[in-house]
């Protein structure tokens, strides 16, 4: 019983960060975005890319958890998913933030994939 009222949980916490997902990412220079985050137009955009970077990472913890309901996941199967997260989140972010952001975020993470593909 108590497992299947955290798995519950689960879900819906995984699915609140699809709906940030939508939020940030897609709506956010619209109305309802707007008015959510209390932001006027001006605001919004200026902020879009970051709020989208911000969505993408609701998307992967959604999927983590999500992913965390099915019982045979393999740990180094999770590690390669998460790894793999990092490194497309550090590559968005450089194309639309800052480049520096390949080498701090997606290298490290691209390294750890090699370790973990490795081992």
Not at 36 to 52: C, G, K, V
Request: charged share 10%.
């Amino acid at each position: 019983m108590i497992t299947l009222l955290a798995d519950f949980v689960v879900v819906l916490v995984a699915f609140a960060h699809l709906g940030f997902l939508v939020l940030e990412m897609f709506l956010w220079e619209k109305p309802l975005g707007r008015k959510i985050f209390r932001q006027t137009a001006e605001q919004a955009a200026a902020t879009r890319i970051l709020a989208a970077n911000q969505g993408l990472y609701n998307g992967f913890l959604a999927a983590g958890l999500l992913w965390g309901l099915f019982p045979a996941a393999d740990a180094g199967d999770v590690k390669i998913f998460f790894l793999g997260c990092v490194i497309v989140a550090g590559i968005y972010g450089a194309v639309t933030v800052s480049r520096r952001i390949l080498w701090v975020q997606a290298a490290p993470a691209a390294l750890g994939l090699l370790l973990v593909l490795l081992s």
